[in-house]
């Protein structure tokens, strides 16, 4: 056995892993634009974009060279008592992008902690403020991620039912579908007259970890309104839509109405630093304001602020501001959309969905949408025998490309699947 693997079997646990059925992991030890290589000398497109991270693709110099940069001027400091050149330009930048009265910066280390925060603000914020708004409105099949309070806010269920009993109580709206939008939305209206709502945690437009499911600016501009109507405090998590995975910079951008908090990591660095930002207005900021310190959020980590993630962060803006980018991701938006019109004339697919540089449909198995449907092990390995890293949550398949893939090797991937999708046809598995 290849000694990578024999101390990994020793000594690692995998996320979402059970490694008493696990299959042996790939040895990936190189990385370059579009590609992965293993250890094999194998190549493989990263047709999912590093579990959604990655959108510039791997080893860009623009990135490197603000990492080694960095790093030689200052690798890290405390953040508290302290501040330094880069975050200050990252706060600064990012505000910039956001709506008008988002102006404040928090800094963490990955998607779940943006998110903790952002919960804790609200809590906090009602606190001192002297009311008791306790109640979370948040939408059925949501990941917001794996720690205490964003799996509260999140699907109850599979992946977390040992933990139920230490989640808070929130209430859920269903998922919106041309059918049940306005019965979901006067739910809400309903919930929320109580008065007794703090807030309420939204992935716009698009579910990630539910499977890539897309709903429209519409009702989320419709489901705000209703929220600011009543008080209720609303954080778009633009984990995974941030950084124009859904054709605009941020998801929100195809909304009128705002949020209060927004919480971004995943593309931020462009997928090379673990960082997360909770982007909130002066409002909530302003509520503790205080001679005394227990109003103020008694919250950090140790690597608050990273100086070379936040450079890395502030590179990848840089990026941003290339029009190449913005060409990257149109180009994919017109490639999604027309292997969209292919899979539509495809039997054994359904539910076929884009929202930008996302595609994702289903393929009927006959068992309903369930993560540990067997079609994800099978199209996997499909997938990687024709150089293809795609991994698809249970029987939904779906491209997230970095934006910096050609049109060849989007049709490598188009052709995997298609091949993947003719072999089911044919019964020949
Ligand atoms: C991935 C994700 C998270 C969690 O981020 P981590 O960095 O994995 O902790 C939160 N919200 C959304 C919408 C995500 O997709």
């Known amino acids: 056995m290849n000694k990578i693997i024999e101390k990994d079997k020793q000594h690692v646990w995998h996320p979402f892993t059970q490694h008493f059925t696990a299959e042996t992991p790939l040895i990936i030890d190189k990385a370059e634009g579009v590609y992965l290589f293993d250890s094999e000398g194998n190549k493989y497109i990263d047709a999912n974009s590093s579990w959604w991270v990655n959108v510039h693709g791997h080893a860009h110099p623009h990135?490197?060279?603000?990492?080694?940069?960095?790093?030689?001027?200052?690798?890290?400091?405390?953040?508290?008592?302290?501040?330094?050149?880069?975050?200050?330009?990252?706060?600064?930048?990012?505000t910039g992008l956001l709506p008008e009265r988002m102006e404040k910066v928090f800094f963490s280390d990955n998607g779940s902690t943006a998110v903790e925060i952002g919960l804790k603000m609200i809590v906090q914020y009602w606190a001192n403020k002297g009311e008791s708004k306790q109640r979370f409105l948040a939408m059925n099949g949501a990941y917001h991620g794996d720690t205490f309070g964003a799996m509260s806010v999140g699907q109850r269920g599979y992946f977390n039912r040992p933990f139920e009993p230490f989640f808070f109580d929130v209430d859920y709206i269903e998922f919106p579908t041309e059918e049940n939008q306005r019965e979901v939305l006067e739910h809400a209206e309903k919930l929320f007259s109580s008065g007794e709502f703090a807030g309420m945690i939204v992935e716009p437009l698009v579910q990630g970890a539910a499977g890539m499911r897309?709903?429209?600016?519409?009702?989320?501009?419709?489901?705000?309104?209703?929220?600011?109507?009543?008080?209720?405090?609303?954080?778009?998590?633009?984990?995974?839509?941030?950084?124009?995975?859904?054709?605009?910079?941020?998801?929100?951008?195809?909304?009128?109405e705002?949020?209060?908090?927004?919480?971004?990591?995943?593309?931020?660095?462009?997928?090379?630093?673990a960082l997360g930002l909770t982007v909130v207005t002066d409002e909530i900021y302003d509520a503790f304001l205080s001679k005394e310190t227990?109003?103020?959020?008694?919250?950090?980590?140790?690597?608050?602020?990273?100086p070379i993630a936040c450079a890395v962060a502030c590179a990848n803006l840089d990026l941003f501001e290339r029009k190449e980018?913005?060409?990257?991701?149109?180009?994919?938006?017109?490639?999604?959309?027309?292997?969209?019109?292919?899979?539509?004339?495809?039997?054994?697919?359904?539910?076929?969905?884009?929202?930008?540089?996302?595609?994702?449909?289903?393929?009927?198995?006959?068992?309903?949408?369930?993560?540990?449907?067997k079609m994800k092990e099978k199209?996997?390995?499909?997938?990687?025998?024709?150089?293809?890293?795609?991994?698809p949550l249970g029987n939904?398949?779906?491209?997230?490309?970095?934006?910096?893939?050609?049109?060849?090797?989007?049709?490598?991937?188009?052709?995997?699947?298609?091949?993947?999708?003719?072999?089911?046809?044919?019964g020949d598995d």
């Open 258 to 273: 705002k949020a209060d908090i927004v919480t971004m990591s995943k593309g931020l660095t462009a997928g090379v630093m």
């Open 396 to 426: 939904v398949i779906f491209v997230n490309p970095p934006f910096c893939i050609i049109e060849d090797e989007y049709m490598v991937i188009r052709e995997s699947i298609e091949t993947f999708l003719n072999l089911l046809t044919n």
């Open 294 to 306: 227990t109003k103020a959020l008694l919250h950090g980590h140790s690597f608050t602020a990273n």
């Open 325 to 373: 980018t913005w060409e990257g991701i149109d180009d994919i938006i017109g490639w999604n959309a027309d292997f969209a019109e292919t899979l539509r004339t495809i039997d054994c697919v359904e539910n076929i969905r884009q929202q930008g540089t996302i595609l994702a449909f289903e393929i009927k198995t006959g068992e309903g949408n369930t993560y540990f449907s």
């Open 379 to 391: 199209a996997y390995d499909h997938f990687l025998s024709e150089g293809v890293l795609i991994r």
């Open 63 to 94: 990135i490197a060279k603000a990492l080694t940069d960095q790093f030689m001027k200052l690798d890290h400091t405390v953040f508290a008592g302290v501040t330094h050149e880069k975050a200050v330009e990252l706060a600064d930048r990012i």
């Open 214 to 256: 897309m709903y429209s600016p519409a009702f989320l501009d419709q489901l705000v309104a209703i929220a600011k109507k009543h008080g209720v405090l609303v954080i778009f998590d633009e984990v995974m839509t941030g950084f124009g995975r859904t054709g605009r910079l941020f998801s929100m951008d195809h909304c009128t």
